[in-house]
């Protein structure tokens, strides 16, 4: 990523943490929608889960100038998410909705860039 890159998704996502609940409730709205089955593997509370989701992605963005500080984390999170049987397909599905999510949360200012620099994230 590029430190242009790294700005706009950083400043973007300051935007959407105000709204964070309504995120995590629109991005499995979304999920569910474009595969609902998914929906199986979430057999705890989705509120919470939208909580530690929207956790995550702060902890990451926050941190994108300095990846090698959460590298770990993310290594562990997707060593768990194997057992989940989750599938790399799956990362296709989680990566448009949560696009999408970002496109509805931010409106206007998602603009083509803030989009590409999203998706290079």
Do not use: C
């Not at 790399?88 to 803030?114: H, P, S």
């Amino acid at each position: 990523m590029t430190p242009l890159q790294i700005t706009l998704v950083q400043t973007s996502w300051q935007k959407v943490v105000p709204i964070k609940e309504k995120a995590a409730e629109l991005f499995y709205g979304k999920l569910f929608e474009m595969d609902p089955s998914l929906k199986p593997m979430f057999k705890g509370d989705i509120v919470e889960q939208g909580r530690k989701l929207m956790a995550m992605i702060n902890t990451v963005v926050m941190k994108l100038d300095q990846l090698g500080d959460i590298v770990p984390a993310v290594q562990d999170l997707g060593k768990r998410h194997v057992a989940y049987d989750v599938k790399d397909k799956d990362y296709d599905t989680v990566a448009g909705a949560l696009l999408w999510t970002l496109g509805a949360g931010l409106g206007d200012a998602f603009t083509d860039e803030v989009e590409q620099a999203w998706t290079t994230a």
